[in-house]
């Protein structure tokens, strides 16, 4: 049984809210609906209505929806590795986690069949967190949930660093800043986050400039929280949007995605106690792009 109040300005189909906001496909949600099993209000309810502010959604999820995730032998870019975890470096355009419509090709699946984990139902199989789809760089995994668990509250208490590199329009950004700005889901178009002050959580994102192009820059952005798509929707918020980003960029976008990769990391292991660093450059299509940038008058800083 869940049961959610829905806390934010909407006017949606229930079953196509549902199935964002539980991560259950939308033909299963409409399959709960048919049954009777999802009411609001404490009334059954039809697939057309639509859910508002304040509404109490009742499911009563006695369908089996466990996904079971499968090993795949996917290329698997190993920055570090011990009995204890792994430092990876993800690709752009590889999905972190499962979910409805990526079951296979993420990087789940690349670290289980690493681990000689056949399958799982585990979501998380020792992610420790997420990068976009086509964000690119260094990413912690876990291989035991004691060790998730440190890293996971390493990251929440702030005592993991990590520094991403990002290209963004325009060269007038001042040499270092820091955005505080609260985020949330954007009301209009649920795919993407926008800065707002309702049902919002805390952002900080510093950023310096390390190189000023004609019209571009490339800075540094280090993170003090990691809400999703945080360093875009802050960029674009002061307009200066990441080059290439498909969601918060009006110019057109390539395959390849917005230019922002995370670069390095720092932390102290949990069980070694050893201090960790680690760096990785850029992908090519992102280092190809500098480089053409570098021929087009670049401003020394």
Not at 60 to 66: E, S
Not at 162 to 177: H, K, Q, T
Not at 236 to 242: G, L, N, T
Request: proline share 3%.
């Amino acid at each position: 049984m869940m049961k959610i109040v829905v806390e934010e300005d909407v006017s949606e189909r229930i079953d196509s809210y549902l199935a964002q906001r539980l991560s259950i496909s939308r033909s299963k949600i409409q399959k709960l609906i048919k049954n009777g099993r999802v009411s609001v209000n404490e009334k059954v309810v039809n697939t057309s209505y639509k859910v508002v502010f304040s509404d109490f959604v009742v499911v009563d999820a006695q369908l089996d929806f466990t996904t079971t995730i499968e090993a795949e032998n996917l290329p698997l870019d190993i920055v570090y590795e011990d009995e204890y975890l792994m430092v990876v470096n993800k690709k752009s355009g590889m999905v972190t986690h499962p979910a409805p419509g990526h079951y296979t090709g993420t990087l789940v699946n690349a670290v289980l069949y690493h681990l000689h984990i056949s399958s799982t139902t585990n979501m998380r199989a020792q992610i420790v967190h997420r990068l976009d789809k086509d964000t690119s760089g260094l990413m912690l995994v876990s291989k035991d949930e004691r060790v998730l668990e440190s890293l996971s509250n390493m990251i929440r208490d702030k005592e993991v660093k990590r520094c991403y590199l990002a290209l963004v329009e325009g060269n007038d950004l001042p040499n270092s800043a820091t955005i505080d700005a609260p985020i949330g889901r954007d009301k209009q178009n649920r795919e993407k986050m926008m800065i707002t002050d309702l049902n919002s959580k805390n952002a900080i994102t510093h950023i310096k400039v390390l190189k000023r192009f004609k019209n571009k820059s490339l800075i540094e952005c280090v993170l003090d929280t990691g809400r999703t798509h945080q360093i875009r929707v802050h960029m674009a918020y002061i307009k200066h949007p990441v080059v290439n980003d498909p969601l918060y960029n009006n110019r057109n976008a390539t395959t390849f995605g917005q230019m922002l990769h995370s670069w390095s990391i720092d932390f102290i292991h949990p069980i070694t106690k050893e201090a960790l660093h680690f760096e990785v450059n850029p992908p090519q299509e992102f280092l190809d792009y500098l480089e053409k940038l570098e021929e087009k008058s670049c401003i020394i800083e």
